[in-house]
């Protein structure tokens, strides 16, 4: 009698076969499915044919809702790191200079993850600590991404358009207060109280245009390129959740 051998590895003897197609299996290729065991083609199809599991606002859901942001602070911590150790010619390298963005425009968002003073990446990690989880759990990592990002490239832009030509910007608050920003209209359209993002927000506003060396221009950028980001997730996820519904 003729030993039936796996269809993918002709050397091998098969075990059993697939339960959807039926094809020989060795050990190697056998996938438990819901009953029996299924090729690795088909078991794929299947996974592939599993609807995925939203966030709140449209995202994929995923099991760790802070990889993203933790990911984030250990990038700036290690950019200060090597700042702080190093010649000041990376520093230079990293920081926004209006003037040089139209030869360099990396620097709309190399500025955003470079820090110089420890209160400085302080404040700004902290508050990235405190709105990146529960934004990263809503949105889902790919959005939280762009939106952070896209905060970020808001406030350089917003720089470069408005600020000094020959002054240096450098920080992440552009992306946080772009975070902040998507917060505040994420829990006004949930009902949810905004006191104290609004109190953060005046209170930086304040500090923003009274206190010399601060961006105004940084703040403002990143906080309405969020907040409109923000107001842009909500319209899909509720235009998503219409279509469903019909």
């Not at 088909?42 to 599991?53: A, D, E, L, M, Y």
């Not at 358009?161 to 992440?172: D, F, Q, S, Y």
């Not at 060396?213 to 906080?223: A, D, K, Q, T």
Request: charge should be positive.
């Amino acid at each position: 009698m003729t030993e039936t051998v796996c269809y993918r590895h002709p050397d091998r003897p098969a075990g059993v076969r697939c339960q959807r197609c039926e094809k020989p299996i060795c050990p190697s290729c056998m996938n438990s499915a819901s009953v029996g065991f299924q090729c690795p083609d088909c078991f794929n199809q299947g996974v592939k044919s599993i609807p995925k599991t939203r966030t709140s606002l449209g995202g994929v859901a995923r099991g760790n809702t802070q990889v993203v942001t933790l990911t984030l602070l250990a990038i700036n911590v290690l950019v200060f790191i090597a700042i702080r150790t190093s010649s000041s010619r990376l520093v230079n390298d990293l920081v926004l200079v209006p003037a040089l963005v139209d030869t360099e425009p990396w620097r709309l968002l190399t500025s955003a993850f470079a820090h110089v003073q420890i209160f400085h990446i302080f404040s700004n990690l902290f508050m990235l600590y405190q709105v990146g989880p529960p934004l990263e759990q809503m949105l889902g990592r790919g959005r939280f991404l762009l939106l952070y990002f896209l905060s970020a490239l808001g406030g350089g832009v917003a720089v470069w358009i408005l600020g000094n030509p020959l002054g240096a910007t450098l920080g992440a608050s552009g992306a946080v207060l772009g975070l902040v920003g998507a917060l505040l209209v994420i829990s006004r359209a949930r009902g949810m109280d905004v006191t104290w993002i609004l109190a953060y927000v005046a209170i930086t506003a304040v500090i923003s245009f009274t206190f010399p060396n601060i961006s105004w221009e940084g703040h403002l950028g990143g906080f309405v390129v969020g907040a409109a980001l923000a107001w842009i997730f909500l319209q899909e996820t509720n235009r998503r959740r219409n279509k469903t519904r019909t």
